[in-house]
């Protein structure tokens, strides 16, 4: 069996993490900085695998499904905080959510029901129109 050296694999995965960082600090996109954090995890799995297979241990490929499902659970929640972030903004730019800072929020009066609980949590609050 032809093997790859450990060196190519490592230089492979450093590579990969550093596109993945070059692609989280250089895009204004919260969904390209999503991807590139992708890339990064990706990385890491890659150079969990090369160490495992140096050893011809299943340790790396162990590592690496836990984090694949690390990566999913980021991927459900980044994603739902992209689509929140869009509705609200109406941009996926980085800056957006920072310039947010909640002043333009006002909670309303009765927030409650006739039977004294949240009846429904998504009008808690309401954003003015402006005039």
């Known amino acids: 069996m032809i093997s790859i050296p450990m060196e190519h694999g490592?230089?492979?995965a450093a590579?990969?993490?550093?596109?993945?960082?070059?692609?989280?600090l250089i895009r204004r996109n919260i969904l390209f900085?999503?991807?590139s954090l992708e890339v990064m995890l990706n990385a890491a799995g890659f150079a969990f695998i090369v160490a495992g297979a140096r050893w011809l241990q299943p340790?790396?490929?162990?590592?690496?499904?836990?984090?694949?499902?690390?990566?999913?659970?980021?991927?459900?929640?980044?994603l739902a905080l992209i689509l929140r972030v869009y509705a609200r903004c109406g941009s996926l730019d980085?800056?957006?959510?920072?310039k947010m800072k909640g002043c333009d929020v006002t909670y309303l009066a009765d927030p409650y029901g006739p039977l004294g609980r949240i009846s429904d949590p998504g009008h808690l609050w309401e954003t003015p129109v402006p005039t």
């Open 10 to 12: 490592f230089t492979a």
């Open 15 to 24: 590579a990969l993490f550093a596109l993945g960082v070059a692609g989280v």
């Open 33 to 35: 900085v999503l991807l």
């Open 59 to 78: 340790d790396g490929q162990v590592a690496f499904i836990f984090l694949l499902a690390i990566a999913a659970a980021e991927v459900a929640i980044g």
């Open 94 to 98: 980085v800056d957006c959510p920072s």
